[in-house]
Each structure stands twice: as structure tokens, then as C-alpha cells.
Nanobody, 126 residues
Framework: QVQLVESGGGLVQPGGSLRLSCVASGLTFENYAMAWYRQAPGKQREKVAAITGEGNIDDEDSVKDRFSISRDNAKNTVYLQMNSLKPEDTAVYYC????????????????????WGQGTQVTVSA
């Protein structure tokens, strides 16, 4: 079965950086788009970024200048590099796969899939 295991979360000061990792198993990794979502306390889960097997990226305007998604198909791993972190980035970050990728008006758009990791907590605080 598909398993996603996130790591790399933690406590960081505002302005700091973290790199999250998600290792996938139980699937042919390069055939699957991968995505990062986050859920802050009291808020709905939201998409942060996604990447197709070929490396095409869907990222949200709210974070695209600070966060970047990448993948290593040889390691079955997707990454989320987060820079210039703000307190409002505090959330549980989840890895997701199994979704559909569309191409609309020059942009790739990932629709959430059925497979989730357990999440990793990111706390941005002084």
C-alpha cells in the first residue's frame, strides 16, 4: 500500500528556514504527482505546492516567493524548502499523492489525492 512519511519539521525563529522531506513507498514514484498541504490550528487544510513526475510545479501565490518544492525520483522523495518563515506559516505540513494534475491557462493545477502522510509540525516563533 502507499505510504508517505514526512520529516524535517520543528521549531524555528521568524526569518529562518526548514526543509521538509516526504519519502514515498508502495508506488511507482516517478509516475505520481506529489504535493504538500498544511493545516493551521482552527483552519482548513490548504495546498502549498505540488510537483509532477516530470518536475512541473503548481505553487500557491501566498508562498511561492519563499517556498520551493522539488523531488528526487531516485530516492522516492519530495522536498519542501521553506525560507523566510513567518509565524503564520505555523501548521502541520502533510504530504499528499494520488491526485490529478490539470493544465489550465498556462498553469499546472494539482487536485488533492487520497494518500496522506502523518504530518510534521512546523512552528515559527521567537
Amino acid at each position: 500500500q502507499v505510504q508517505l512519511v514526512e520529516s524535517g519539521g520543528g521549531l524555528v525563529q521568524p526569518g529562518g528556514s526548514l526543509r521538509l522531506s516526504c519519502v514515498a513507498s508502495g508506488l511507482t514514484f516517478e509516475n505520481y504527482a506529489m504535493a504538500w498541504y498544511r493545516q493551521a490550528p482552527g483552519k482548513q487544510r490548504e495546498k502549498v505546492a505540488a510537483i509532477t513526475g516530470e518536475g512541473n510545479i503548481d505553487d500557491e501565490d501566498s508562498v511561492k516567493d519563499r517556498f520551493s518544492i522539488s523531488r528526487d525520483n531516485a530516492k522516492n522523495t519530495v522536498y519542501l524548502q521553506m525560507n523566510s518563515l513567518k509565524p503564520e506559516d505555523t501548521a502541520v505540513y502533510y504530504c499528499n499523492t494520488g491526485g490529478h494534475v490539470g493544465y489550465y491557462e498556462g498553469e499546472y493545477i494539482y487536485t488533492v489525492g487520497d494518500y496522506w502522510g502523518q504530518g510534521t509540525q512546523v512552528t515559527v516563533s521567537a
